[in-house]
């Protein structure tokens, strides 16, 4: 396990720069050489005894993070937990989503029960899971057939674990007072932004404005070959104010259940 917060995130934030090369424009376009803080930083798993959420979230909670909200997205067959640093207000919230085999097809468990039989048991212990990539081979064939069913599935089966998306906090942007502001600039630059359920999702009214980017794309190795997919992406979050006058810090299910969709293949 990481000795401390900034160390996994350090490392987090590498492995998602091999993935998704843009971000480190948009950190110049909305940063300008500041640093920029993380609102949140998202996982994805299967629900497994080797592999579930609990097994992500171990790193975290070792680290001195609380659970916090969960959340269930039906149509997706996901479930998910968000988590807080109770003692450090600027260490990113960490948003944990696993899909439910259970309720999948006969076809996708079988696919993905041969993907974790070639997991080492002892490996989400490793100081570096959260960002070791793909455990697993897996032919071009299986990965479409999981296309057809489950996008979440598919991205999952091609880039294993690592960040799927970081996260911009737009409260903390200097030179930019809301979301809007920021999806022009990113318009104007060129990134192509996720539209599902417009490009923002949420409102004030829900304490919580998101947009995100729409993924960038990598070469993935599988066993009979290899194909170029989307990645990662990287996501924009305002947050409002709660009746007792602190920032809200939770998520809102209806909008994260299209921020997912950040990663389609078009």
Known sequence: M????????????????K?????????????????????????????HPKLGLEKLAAHFLALGYEQKGEYHFEAKKLYARHYEHPLDATAPKVFISELLLEQCSPGLQRIVAGLIDQVDEGLPAQTGFLYSGAPW?????????????????????????????????????DGFDSLEAVNSALKNAGFRLNTAGGEIKGSPEVLLEQSSTMADTAIVEFSDGKAELPSCFYEFALRYAQPDGKLYTGFVAAS???IFESTNVN
Do not use: C
Request: proline share 1%; glycine share 4%; net charge negative.
């Open 19 to 47: 993935m998704t090369p843009s971000a480190l424009e948009i950190h110049e376009l909305l940063g300008g050489g500041k640093a920029i803080i993380n609102d949140h930083v998202a996982f994805r798993t299967f629900r």
């Open 256 to 258: 994260a259940d299209k």
């Open 2 to 17: 990481h000795t401390s917060v900034n160390e996994l995130f350090n490392a987090l934030w590498q492995d998602y720069l």
């Open 137 to 173: 081979k897996l032919s071009y064939e299986d990965y479409k057939a999981l296309l057809e069913e489950s996008e979440y599935a598919a991205w999952l089966a091609a880039y294993g674990f690592r960040a799927n998306h970081f996260t911009v906090s737009v409260n903390e942007l």
